[in-house]
């Protein structure tokens, strides 16, 4: 896995070896459980039933100023390691079984009224769509691989959870009372609990029962519940007893964050997660009042 470190990795592999997996993370840094970059180029993917990739810059990094150079980063960290990953599995022995990239719901084009699927077709409109077209791109199997590996990728939304992510900044102005709307509120906020997300790639790693198709999966990582940010900052509000009575205007966040990075706070999808729903894949947080108060009360 890699990517194991960070705020969905972690929750990945409490949740694997809770089910007796054991999990191996590629790193920078050599230590148990772990392999590193140079060792998956010298010495080639281990013995592995699942591969997963979770690398990349944090978007919402508060200390990156937007810029060429944080741009770059943003590229080279998905791209070139899912490339590297892609290659490793196809120069396998013994490949995996499965090969699960997760990427983000930044290819559908915002909208107030357009509902997406895994099925509705994009093009890349902005950076961040032809971000996810080149790194989705990335992670392709070669044909005579891919007879045997099934392919899985997982649009996520905005990871709600305590440890990490978008709550992680959140929550203090919001405990301050300073928590308000973003931009107009009317956006739609497509998101999901970082457990489920973790279910979902959990469900995916497994073997598939049939060969599986020479073209990915995909699965947008989403709540089946369609909120709007006005939704989510009340009910975050509510479940904190704070007020949330400070919006901050668009123009503000566009300053603050670079325009290109706040369209993904001020702007939004409506995504539905009809694959995910039909997998079977039972949400632990289906609604955002289960989500939050997880988040907030433990």
Known sequence: MRGGSGFVGRELTRLLRDKGHEVTVISRQPGPGKITWGELESRGLP??????????????????WWNESYKKDLFSSRIDTTKALSQAIAASQ????????????????????????????????DFLSQLVKEWEEAALLPE??????????????VVLGRDGGAMKQMLLPFWLGLGGTLGSGTQPFPWIHVSDLAGIIAGSLEPPADPPSTSPQVYNG????????????????????????????????????????ATVLTEGQKVVPNRTLESGFQ???????????QIVEN
């Open 47 to 64: 013995p592995c039933d699942g591969a997963v990739n979770l690398a990349g810059e944090n978007l919402m990094n508060p200390l990156r």
């Open 94 to 125: 013994s490949p995996p079984h499965s090969w699960v990239l997760v990427s983000g719901v930044a290819c559908y084009k915002p909208s107030l009224t357009a509902e997406y699927t895994e099925d509705s077709e994009w093009t890349p409109f």
């Open 144 to 157: 005579n691989v891919a007879n045997n590996t099934k392919q899985v990728v997982i649009r996520s939304g």
């Open 222 to 261: 989403v709540a089946p519940a369609l909120n709007t940010n006005y939704e989510f900052t009340k009910e975050l509000g509510r479940i904190l007893r704070r007020p949330t009575i400070f919006p901050v205007p668009g123009f503000v966040m566009s300053a603050l964050m670079g325009s290109e990075r």
């Open 283 to 293: 949400y632990k947080y289906p609604d955002l009042t289960s989500a939050l108060k």
